[in-house]
Nanobody, 126 residues
């Protein structure tokens, strides 16, 4: 059974940094697209960034470009979302997601992803 286990997150002041991790298991599942999403109460899940183990497919939402960096460590089978220059509006529950086949839609569409992490709360105080 595929599992995505997240770590990281927390509370930080505006301008600070946080890093989220998303470990994929079992290790035999090592070719995938990974997306990062965030959600605030009352709103739909919003795509933040994406990447792929086989390279390319690196996308960012306009709201985080230049501040967030997505990466994948193949040896660790873990994805990372490095968040810098955080703003209050970055507050939300962050989820990683993975799909092991080419998706037919857009990288920032939650329905394209099959497996999801448990979520990590990120709170940015202004």
């Amino acid at each position: 059974q595929v599992q995505l286990v997240q770590s990281g997150g927390g509370s930080v002041q505006a301008g600070g940094s946080l890093r989220l991790s998303c470990a994929v298991s079992p290790s035999s599942y090592n070719t995938y697209f990974m997306g990062w999403f965030r959600q605030v109460p009352g709103k739909e899940r919003e795509g933040v960034a994406s990447s792929a183990t086989h390279g390319g497919f690196v996308y960012y939402a306009d709201s985080v470009k230049g501040r967030f960096t997505v990466s994948l460590d193949k040896a660790e089978n873990t994805g990372y979302l490095q968040m810098s220059s955080l703003k209050h509006e970055d507050t939300g529950m962050y989820y990683c997601a993975a799909v092991f086949s080419v998706y037919g839609g857009s990288w920032d569409s939650a329905k394209e992803y099959t497996y999801w992490g448990q979520g990590s709360q990120v709170t940015v105080s202004s």
